[in-house]
């Protein structure tokens, strides 16, 4: 494709973003750049098959209207940083941060099977599911209230990533992956059940990655595989510290680590 066709179809994907006709983006356009008389829906056509270019004032106002940078419309580059502080609260930003963390939890989080953040996100999106009144929807509508916070920039790096990268490829999946399980830590804190629930399981974490560094794999002559601690640990200190574990856990089930309703005061 040339650079005509390419630029169109940039522009074809602001409008169907939209929802309007070519007429109506014609019309849309046209207000911002305060031309006494519509563009016509052929013109639009015309650009969005490439066979003309908007001048530069149209070109602003479509960028403008879609949210993007003129360096985008024109040479397709990415969404950058100054792009996500500017636009972060527009509703195209935001409906396009949304459907990408529905997309990439939906449909990639689940199938890398070194994504061990995969866990702890399924996890926690079952705890809050099943303990708020919070759906996916809603748990992805607060994710997106964190991103968008001004006071909370830390956050643009993974929209970034999330608005521009491929996700398939695995370090794009990893770094995602646990930038979610932090928006979801944020959402769990403002519901006292949820991080309870959330506190005890890291118990079963920390059990399962001491006993994962302390294990040795073996294939057997028979190709069936022994797994064993080191032959340098003590098993009978290595029970001692994981019955610890348990115990540490038991002794939370009282909730005592919550302050009793009404009580602001520390401790």
Known sequence: MDKKTDIGLRIKSIRLAKGLNLREFGEEISKLTKEK???SDSIVSRWEKGVSIPNAKRLKAIAEYGNVSINFLLYGNEISYEDIYQNIKSVNM??????????????????????????KVASLITIIN?????????????????????????????????????????????????????????????????????????????????????????????HTRRSKIAEFIDSK????????IDVMKEKLLNKNILKKQGDTHDT
Do not use: A, R, W
Not at 237 to 244: A, D, I, P, T
């Open 237 to 244: 200190e290595y029970q001692k510290l994981m019955n610890k």
């Open 37 to 39: 008389k519509y563009i």
């Open 130 to 222: 099943d303990h708020t009144d919070s759906n996916i929807d809603c748990i992805i509508e607060q994710m997106y209230s964190f991103i968008s916070n001004e006071n909370m920039t830390f956050y643009h790096h993974g929209v970034y990533l999330l608005l521009n990268e491929d996700f398939k490829k695995l370090p794009v999946q990893l770094y995602l992956t646990e930038f979610i399980y932090h928006l979801l830590i944020q959402i769990s804190l403002k519901y006292p059940e949820v991080y309870f629930l959330n506190l005890l399981s890291q118990f079963d974490d920390l059990k399962s990655n001491i006993q994962e560094i302390s294990t040795k794999h073996e294939i057997l002559h028979n």
């Open 94 to 119: 935001k409906n396009n941060i949304q459907d990408k963390l529905i997309d990439f939890i939906v449909n990639y989080m689940p199938s890398s099977e070194q994504n061990t953040y995969y866990f």
